[in-house]
């Protein structure tokens, strides 16, 4: 029996029944429909994960001073001043693990530009901090290590403060004022977009950091001399990250005269890690969700076989008939799987067509980010027609099993 | 036409089609052994007109179901065409009814929703006939039982008259050696079976062998030759000095309305 000729019996059969047909697969559409669908869902929030990190720059840990205690009382993160430029430094050429270390301090303020002001994040940097956070100039010069020795009163704009202050016009050699001492705008940085927890970065306003100590923020005590809150550090390649993390942190001990025991006067984040955390735990739920799925691919083969027995018992003298004329046991076998996998296949095809198209209404009405992956969508559909074959199998042995004489007297 | 036991292994006689010896069948129902057969030797000659007649419980459905190669024999030999069939397994038994017996059956067996040529080509799907031929053939044996004009119709359309003859165009589209008939009349009213009576006939005298069986004596006498069976033994094996002929048969019965449905058929000659 050729091929051709299952295919035609079989499709004759299904037609005679499609009412009966199409719920019998509706366990595999689903099935597939929503596999694709989650994996789309947990590959588009991976994606905008992996793009957050890129944002925030790749392989990089931030220190921060720790807490100050006065009196019982916890002041919180940053409160005591204990880092400096020197523990930048100190880290950048000692540790090989580190390619980059850059202090940065912060503050806010109101920044004017001719009849127009906006009230921004300023913050004072090194020409490191552009590399270790990767983070390109759209127009204008560079930050060099001139700007910062000499304190030099130029800013670099973010994105959003720069079309803030300068909607309809070239911003760049222009005067502002940033806590009434006047700034030329030497660049204007490439958007950054939101940050992983939905901060606007372009926000903020660079200065070197020596003119933001004498100049912006110098005026408040809490930055004296040296002080830095905040150590942006490079580390040369991913794998060395979490190595990097106790160097750096022994180093500071080492600097900063902890005795053993003694708390540590620092904070070590690694932002990077701590989103990649959060997109585990995203994935896991992916996982959890198509595994669901797949229970009803899996529910949806057990509605085949059911629908398979059903139909060889209706179908019993047909299936003698066909024995008495010459149907060899693998014909009739073959027959009804082909049958049961195209019950199965046909499923699968609606079931992918069902999955992209939730798929696209969740990205659409659901403004979530969904991204299609073509290995789950043929994934899902390999599945379904080996969930055809696996459960086919079993009515269709049953089926080559019959005696044709018993079956040709079935009523 | 002997019905003796004789020893088994005999050499078939190269004009018998159907040569049985000492064939025996027996089933265990519960703890019980049933001799469903108990020692069958028959020869039937190619182009013989044959009918099988016996109460039920008497043997003759095992005897067909054994001839028709659908069941093996517990002991025997039997040879169909010069082969010895008792020794063949599940696959060429297959084989051989495709190829070389032909069934008609007393309810027809039709596939629903099928048209009557795809019905008669289907013993083609499992047999040797490419594809590009089959329609061919199926239209060409269709027109031989005189269904030439309704090969497009499924079985709800046509009468059991034509239903039957769909089966017998079935039965003949692979050539076969027998036409193994299992009271092809007894679904159908008196004159539709005279019919089919009559295209069994013609078959015969075109040189096809027929083996038909039949509870009804009448039917029977239509025939060249009754085996009669009782308690799994060939009882009587004798020839029919005057076969009935169907044709003329047919025209001493009432006219009726053609091609009636047969529930209708069946009160009009009654």
Request: glycine share 10%; hydrophobic share 30%.
């Given at each position: 029996m050729k091929l051709s000729d299952c295919v035609r019996a079989s499709v004759s059969s299904l037609r005679a029944n499609v009412l009966r047909s199409i719920l019998t697969t509706l366990g595999i559409i689903i099935g597939v429909g929503a596999v694709i669908a989650m994996v789309s869902i947990g590959a588009g929030a991976q994606s905008r994960v992996e793009d957050s990190i890129q944002r925030l720059g790749a392989n990089l840990i931030m220190v921060m001073p720790g807490s100050q205690q006065q009196g019982g009382v916890n002041l919180g993160a940053?409160?005591?001043?204990?880092?400096?430029e020197s523990d930048a430094v100190a880290i950048e050429t000692r540790l090989?693990?580190?390619?980059i270390a850059a202090p940065s301090v912060r503050g806010n303020g109101q920044i004017i530009a001719g009849n127009l002001n906006w009230y921004t994040g300023i913050q004072g940097v090194t020409p490191g901090f552009f590399l270790a956070r990767e983070w390109q100039l759209l127009d204008g010069r560079e930050m060099t290590d001139q700007d910062v020795r000499r304190a030099t009163k130029t800013a670099w704009l973010g994105y959003s403060v720069y079309t803030q202050l300068f909607p309809d016009q070239d911003g760049i050699g222009q005067t502002i004022r940033i806590s009434r001492t006047p700034f030329e705008v030497a660049g204007v940085l490439a958007p950054k977009g939101q940050?992983?927890?939905?901060?606007?970065?372009?926000d903020v306003v660079f200065v070197p950091i020596s003119t933001a100590k004498k100049?912006?923020?110098?005026?408040?005590?809490?930055?004296?001399?040296?002080?830095?809150q905040q150590i942006y550090l490079k580390v040369v390649?991913?794998?060395y990250v979490d190595i990097a993390e106790v160097q750096v942190a022994e180093l500071l001990r080492e600097l900063h005269q902890l005795a053993p025991g003694q708390e540590d006067d620092f904070q070590i984040r690694n932002m990077a890690s701590f989103l990649e955390a959060r997109a585990e735990s995203q994935a896991v739920m992916t996982f959890l969700l198509a595994a669901v799925a797949s229970v009803s691919l899996v529910v949806g083969g057990i509605g085949i076989m059911n629908i398979m027995l059903v139909s060889v018992t209706e179908r019993t003298r047909e299936i003698g008939l066909r024995l008495a004329v010459g149907a060899k046991r693998r014909d009739i076998r073959f027959q009804f799987l082909i049958e049961a996998l195209m019950l199965s296949m046909i499923g699968g095809l609606i079931g992918v067509v069902a999955g992209i198209a939730s798929a696209t209404a969740i990205a659409v009405f659901g403004s979530w980010d969904v991204l299609l992956q073509p290995g789950s969508i043929l994934l899902a559909f390999g599945f379904s027609a080996a969930t055809g074959v696996f459960f086919g199998y079993y009515p269709a042995y049953m089926a080559s099993q019959l005696n044709p004489i018993e079956a040709l007297r079935h009523e | 036409m002997s019905t003796g036991p004789s020893r088994a292994?005999?050499?078939?006689?190269?004009?018998?089609?159907v040569s049985t010896a000492d064939l025996r069948k027996s089933y265990v129902v519960g703890d019980q052994e049933v001799h469903a057969l108990r020692g069958v030797s028959v020869k039937i000659a190619r182009g013989d007109f044959v009918s099988i007649m016996g109460p039920s419980g008497s043997g003759k459905s095992t005897f067909m179901n054994l001839v028709g190669c659908l069941d093996v024999p517990s002991a025997g030999q039997y040879w169909l065409d010069g082969t010895?069939?008792?020794?063949?397994?599940v696959d060429a038994l297959a084989e051989i009814r495709n190829q070389k017996i032909g069934f008609v059956f007393q309810s027809f067996n039709l596939l629903a929703r099928t048209t009557a040529l795809e019905n008669v080509m289907l013993p083609l799907v499992y047999g040797p006939v490419p594809p590009r031929e089959r329609k061919g053939r199926a239209e060409a044996v269709l027109d031989r039982v005189g269904l030439a004009s309704r090969m497009d119709h499924t079985p709800a359309q046509l009468s059991g008259g034509q239903q039957q003859r769909v089966a017998i165009a079935r039965a003949l589209v692979n050539d076969p050696s027998i036409l193994l008939a299992d009271e092809?009349?007894?679904?159908?009213d008196t004159r539709t079976g005279v019919e089919i009576l009559v295209l069994f006939q013609e078959l015969n005298r075109s040189g096809i062998t027929v083996i038909m069986v039949t509870h009804d004596s009448d039917i029977a006498r239509y025939a060249n030759r009754i085996v009669r069976f009782r308690d799994g033994r060939v009882v009587t094996d004798e020839a029919v000095a005057r076969p009935i002929d169907a044709r003329a048969r047919l025209a001493e019965l009432p006219p009726p309305g053609e091609d009636e449905p047969v529930a209708q058929a069946e009160e009009a000659s009654s």
């Open positions: 940053g409160s005591r001043p204990s880092l400096s090989d693990t580190i390619a940050s992983g927890f939905g901060q606007d970065q372009d100049r912006v923020l110098g005026r408040r005590s809490s930055f004296r001399g040296d002080d830095v390649s991913a794998e | 292994a005999d050499p078939p006689e190269p004009d018998a089609v010895n069939v008792s020794e063949l397994d092809p009349t007894g679904a159908l």
